[in-house]
C-alpha cells in the first residue's frame, strides 16, 4: 500500500521525505533497509528525532497489518455461520425430490439438465425462492444468459410459497443478464470482493446460492472438436465456480440444455435420445447431474383448464448421494407441485 494512505496519521511531510528517497510503500520502508539507516538517508532539514521516526514506523505497521483476532472467536464466528446457513436447508418443499440429492445445501454445484420445457428454471426457481422466503439474511444471484427470465413467473410462485421473509424476497434476488462468459467472470468477481470484504456483523443480505440460466450459451460455442482451448476454458470455469463454492459456503446451480444422442442415452432410466449438452466430461465437472424429463403422455388438465404436466428428475451421476434414483413432479402454470 501507498504510504500516502497513512497520511494522516502519519505526517506528510515525513511521506514526502520518503518518496523522495524511493520509499513509496509500506512494503518498502517495512521490508527493505533498517530503519536507522533510513532515517540516515532522510533530509536533514526535516527536523525529525530517530524516536520520532521509529515511531512513525510503528504506526504504519500497525495500520498495515491485518487485525488480529483469536482462534476461539474465529471458531464461534465460523459455528454460528455455519448454523445460520444450515438452520434452513436449501430444498424443494418436495421430499421425494429433496431425498434425490439430500437438498441443496451448500457447498455444492449442481447441474440440471435436459430438453426445453422439462422444468429446469420451474426447480431452480423453486429452491432459491423457498430458501429466501425462509431466510431473511439471504440473497441469490440469478445470471440469466438468454433474456428469458420472468418477473411475472416469481410473483406468480411466490404467491404459492409461505414464510416469514417472503415479502422481501424480491428485494433479495438480483438478476444479471450477460451474453458471453467473461461477463460472468467479471459478476463473479464483484460478489467475491463483497463477501470478502463484509463484516461478520453486516446488516447487508449475503449471496448464498448462484444460479446461471442457461451455461450452454456461455460455453457451447467455444467448444470444438479440433481444438482443446474451449475445453480448457470450460474445466477451468468449473473449477473457479467449485473453489467459489467452497470459500463461501455457495450453492451454486447450473442450467445445461440437451442434444441429441442415437440410438438412445444407456444413462438414464427412461429411455430417450437425449443427453446433456457441453460433452460427457462436464457432466463430472459439478457435484452431482439431474436430469429433468416431461413425460408428454401423462399430461393433464386442472378444472380450470390449465395444463398439467408430470415431470421425471433422475440423478445422471452424483458424488454425494446414489446415482440412478429418480422422483415424479408436476409443473402447473409455471409452478412445481409435488406429484
Not at 380450470?304 to 454425494?320: K, P, Q
Request: proline residues 5%.
Amino acid at each position: 500500500m501507498r504510504l500516502q494512505h497513512f497520511s494522516p496519521p502519519v505526517k506528510p511531510e515525513l511521506v514526502d521525505a520518503l518518496q523522495s528517497i524511493g520509499i513509496r510503500t509500506d512494503t518498502d520502508l517495512l521490508l527493505g533497509d533498517n530503519p536507522t539507516d533510513i532515517f540516515k538517508r532522510l533530509p536533514p532539514e526535516l527536523g525529525l528525532s530517530l524516536l520520532d521516526f521509529r515511531r512513525a514506523v510503528s504506526k504504519i505497521a500497525e495500520l498495515a497489518s491485518a487485525t488480529s483476532v483469536y482462534g476461539d472467536a474465529l471458531l464461534e464466528q465460523e459455528t454460528k455461520r455455519q448454523e445460520d446457513i444450515f438452520k434452513e436447508d436449501m430444498l424443494v418443499g418436495v421430499p421425494e425430490l429433496d431425498s434425490l440429492l439430500g437438498g441443496f445445501s451448500p457447498p455444492k454445484v449442481i447441474e440440471l439438465s435436459g430438453d426445453r420445457g422439462s422444468g429446469k428454471t420451474a426447480l431452480a426457481l423453486r429452491v432459491v425462492l423457498r430458501h429466501l422466503s425462509q431466510i431473511g439474511d439471504s440473497s441469490a444471484l440469478w445470471i440469466d444468459s438468454s433474456g428469458e427470465f420472468s418477473p411475472e413467473r416469481v410473483s406468480r410462485m411466490l404467491e404459492k410459497i409461505e414464510g416469514p421473509c417472503v415479502a422481501s424476497v424480491l428485494e433479495r434476488l438480483q438478476v444479471s443478464l450477460v451474453f458471453d462468459i467473461e461477463a460472468v467472470h467479471d459478476l463473479l468477481e464483484s460478489i467475491r470482493q463483497t463477501l470478502s470484504s463484509r463484516g461478520d456483523y453486516s446488516e447487508l443480505p449475503t449471496t448464498r446460492c448462484i444460479v446461471i440460466d442457461a451455461i450452454t450459451p456461455l460455453l457451447g460455442p467455444m467448444l470444438s472438436a479440433t481444438s482443446s482451448q474451449g475445453h480448457a476454458i470450460m474445466t477451468t470455469f468449473m473449477r473457479q465456480l467449485r473453489a467459489f463454492a467452497d470459500t463461501f459456503s455457495l450453492t451454486v446451480i447450473v442450467i445445461n440444455s440437451s442434444t441429441k444422442i442415437l440410438p438412445r442415452n444407456p444413462e438414464t432410466v427412461f429411455e430417450t435420445a437425449r443427453k446433456p449438452a457441453l460433452g460427457p466430461s462436464f457432466t463430472f465437472m459439478a457435484d452431482a447431474t439431474l436430469w429433468l424429463s416431461c413425460r408428454d403422455e401423462e399430461l393433464q388438465q386442472s378444472a380450470d383448464g390449465v395444463e398439467v404436466t408430470t415431470h421425471i428428475a433422475e440423478v445422471l451421476w452424483s458424488r454425494i448421494s446414489r446415482s440412478k434414483t429418480w422422483a415424479k413432479f408436476r409443473i402447473r402454470d409455471g409452478i412445481l407441485l409435488a406429484y
